[in-house]
Structures are given as structure tokens and as C-alpha cells.
């Protein structure tokens, strides 16, 4: 779908990557809609890129349906929100694993659904696009809501791909690894082992955009070999958790 002149709703907005992919979208002529939580975030980038705001919750459900509203005047949508802190074994609640789904799963699920049931009804072309991560392939200590949620996600995409196929209404998964300079993993202070490489939010940008452009099942937005690493995680996890303690992860993630 060419972006220029496209509407465009994108969740998440006020984040690190969220803010990135606007302004990228801005720039080639979209219309936004921005939402997210934090309004005076959303209001500045909505200064700077032309966008309109809409604050929402989306471990709130009637924020969910206003925003499956607000969805059915737009071309394209961005499912980019998340949450990533988990906390160790011995403090997960149960009301933190029903926020992570509710944020990182149901909502965009529940979005995508009902926006590809409308263009479907009226005939129109769409594009969704939702942000995953590559803890959709591989599983870190301390991580288990966020792998839980972005491998549901990654085989949600997946399977509504292949229903869509056809239609006139497109679908990627935009799956970034360690994003450097903003944003939950640049956030969160954690330092990598000697050697593992980042990408940059304009990558996930140009990812997105790429997305929207060309309607690729997946676009990784990370070096290569953390894509392999991750990819061969898929078929031998124990592998890959004797891998990783080895090169010390738990340790890393614990800060010690
Ligand atoms: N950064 C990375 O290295 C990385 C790597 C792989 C994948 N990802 C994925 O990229 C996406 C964007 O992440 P980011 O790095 O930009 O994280 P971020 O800076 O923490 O931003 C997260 C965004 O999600 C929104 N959000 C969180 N909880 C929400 C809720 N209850 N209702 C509505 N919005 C909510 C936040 O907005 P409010 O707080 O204002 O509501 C914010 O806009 C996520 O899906 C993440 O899993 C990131």
C-alpha cells in the first residue's frame, strides 16, 4: 500500500519505537492517528507530525472497542504497543499476567480481527501490521509474559495471514531484536554480552514501512545472527537456554 496520503492508527505512539515509526510515517505523507496512555506525549509528537490523538488504555476493553472504532476510518494499522518488564519467578501476580495479555495479546488480536472483519465487509483494501519481537522465537530467564505473549502473537499473525491471503488485506509481523538509543530494551539499562549487536529505532521505522509498502509475512529487524540464534531457538530451546547460560543471560538480566 504507498503511504503517502494512507490513515494510519498506531498504538503505542508515545514509546521509543512508536515515536520513531511516526515520525517516518509523517515524513512520506501519512495520516496518523496516535494513541497511547501518556497524553502529553502523545500531544507533542502529534505537534510534529500532524497526527491526532486519542488517549487509550488497552487493558481497558471499552478502550479497546473505542479504538476498533476509531479503526474504521483508517488504511493501515500499527499494533506496536507492549509491555516488556517482567518480574522474577517469586513475584509474578496474577493480575500482571492479565495485563501483559491483555496489552501485548488481546488487544492487538482483537484489533486486527475486527479491523480486517470491516474492510472485508465494505470491500476496502488494508494493511495490518503488528510489532513482535524475536522473544517470539526464543525464551530468556525472567521474560515468561513477554515470550508468552509475542510467540502468541507471532503465530496469530501467521495464521490470520493465511486467512487474509487474497483479500486485498495484508498482514506483517515486524519482529525487532535489541533496539539501541529508546525504548523498553534501551530503557531498561541492561547491558549485552561483548559482540551482540543492536539495531536503531529508524530500523524499526524503515521495518514498518517496508511492511506497509510491500506486505512481507515478517520483517526482522535485527543483525543477522541473533536471527539465527533466535530461529534455532524454535527448534531446540534447550539448546538455546544452555547457550544463553553460558553466556552468562541470567546473570545479565539480574544486573549482577
Ligand atoms: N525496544 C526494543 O528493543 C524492542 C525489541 C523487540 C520488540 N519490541 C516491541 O516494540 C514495541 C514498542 O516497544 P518500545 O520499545 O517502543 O517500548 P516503550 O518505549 O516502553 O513503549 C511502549 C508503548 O506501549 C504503550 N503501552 C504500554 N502499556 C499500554 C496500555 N496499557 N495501554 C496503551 N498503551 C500502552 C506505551 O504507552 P503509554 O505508557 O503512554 O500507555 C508506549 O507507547 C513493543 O511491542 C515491544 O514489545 C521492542
Redesign the pocket.
Same mark, same amino acid.
Given at each position: 500500500m504507498e503511504i503517502s496520503g494512507s490513515r494510519v492508527l498506531l498504538? @503505542?505512539? /508515545?514509546?521509543? *519505537?512508536?515515536a520513531a515509526i511516526a515520525r517516518d510515517l509523517s515524513r512520506r505523507g501519512a495520516d496518523l492517528v496516535l494513541? +497511547?496512555?501518556?497524553r502529553e %506525549? %502523545?500531544d507533542a509528537l502529534a505537534a510534529e507530525t500532524r497526527g491526532r490523538v486519542v488517549v487509550?488504555? %488497552?487493558?481497558?476493553r471499552a478502550?479497546v472497542e473505542a479504538l476498533i472504532e476509531e479503526s474504521r476510518g483508517v488504511d493501515v494499522l500499527v499494533l $506496536? +504497543?507492549?509491555?516488556?518488564a517482567d518480574v522474577g519467578i517469586r513475584s509474578e501476580t496474577a493480575e500482571h499476567v492479565d495485563?501483559t495479555i491483555?496489552? $501485548?495479546l488481546r =488487544?492487538p488480536i482483537v484489533m486486527a480481527v475486527a479491523f480486517a472483519q470491516h474492510k472485508l465487509s465494505v470491500g476496502e483494501l488494508g494493511q495490518i501490521v503488528l510489532?513482535? /519481537? *524475536? /522473544?517470539g522465537l526464543a525464551a530468556t530467564p525472567d521474560t515468561r509474559m513477554?515470550n508468552a505473549t509475542?510467540f502468541g502473537l507471532r503465530g496469530f499473525a501467521h495464521s490470520l495471514r493465511q486467512d487474509l491471503d487474497g483479500s486485498g488485506i495484508g498482514l506483517t509481523l515486524v /519482529?525487532?531484536?535489541?533496539?539501541r538509543d =529508546? @525504548?523498553?530494551?534501551?530503557?531498561g539499562g541492561i547491558d549485552l554480552p561483548p559482540g551482540v549487536r543492536t539495531k536503531s529505532?529508524a530500523d524499526?521505522a524503515a521495518g514498518v514501512v517496508r511492511a506497509i509498502e510491500s506486505n512481507p509475512a515478517e520483517v526482522f529487524v535485527s543483525p543477522v545472527e541473533l536471527r539465527l540464534a533466535a530461529t534455532l531457538a524454535t527448534v531446540a530451546p534447550a539448546f538455546s537456554a544452555a547457550v544463553q547460560k553460558r553466556a552468562g543471560t541470567a546473570q545479565m538480566k539480574s544486573g549482577s
Amino acid at each position: 500500500m504507498e503511504i503517502s496520503g494512507s490513515r494510519v492508527l498506531l498504538t @503505542g505512539a /508515545s514509546g521509543g *519505537l512508536g515515536a520513531a515509526i511516526a515520525r517516518d510515517l509523517s515524513r512520506r505523507g501519512a495520516d496518523l492517528v496516535l494513541t +497511547a496512555r501518556r497524553r502529553e %506525549l %502523545l500531544d507533542a509528537l502529534a505537534a510534529e507530525t500532524r497526527g491526532r490523538v486519542v488517549v487509550a488504555d %488497552l487493558a481497558v476493553r471499552a478502550d479497546v472497542e473505542a479504538l476498533i472504532e476509531e479503526s474504521r476510518g483508517v488504511d493501515v494499522l500499527v499494533l $506496536n +504497543a507492549g509491555v516488556g518488564a517482567d518480574v522474577g519467578i517469586r513475584s509474578e501476580t496474577a493480575e500482571h499476567v492479565d495485563t501483559t495479555i491483555d496489552v $501485548n495479546l488481546r =488487544a492487538p488480536i482483537v484489533m486486527a480481527v475486527a479491523f480486517a472483519q470491516h474492510k472485508l465487509s465494505v470491500g476496502e483494501l488494508g494493511q495490518i501490521v503488528l510489532v513482535g /519481537s *524475536l /522473544s517470539g522465537l526464543a525464551a530468556t530467564p525472567d521474560t515468561r509474559m513477554y515470550n508468552a505473549t509475542k510467540f502468541g502473537l507471532r503465530g496469530f499473525a501467521h495464521s490470520l495471514r493465511q486467512d487474509l491471503d487474497g483479500s486485498g488485506i495484508g498482514l506483517t509481523l515486524v /519482529s525487532p531484536g535489541f533496539i539501541r538509543d =529508546a @525504548g523498553m530494551f534501551a530503557e531498561g539499562g541492561i547491558d549485552l554480552p561483548p559482540g551482540v549487536r543492536t539495531k536503531s529505532p529508524a530500523d524499526v521505522a524503515a521495518g514498518v514501512v517496508r511492511a506497509i509498502e510491500s506486505n512481507p509475512a515478517e520483517v526482522f529487524v535485527s543483525p543477522v545472527e541473533l536471527r539465527l540464534a533466535a530461529t534455532l531457538a524454535t527448534v531446540a530451546p534447550a539448546f538455546s537456554a544452555a547457550v544463553q547460560k553460558r553466556a552468562g543471560t541470567a546473570q545479565m538480566k539480574s544486573g549482577s
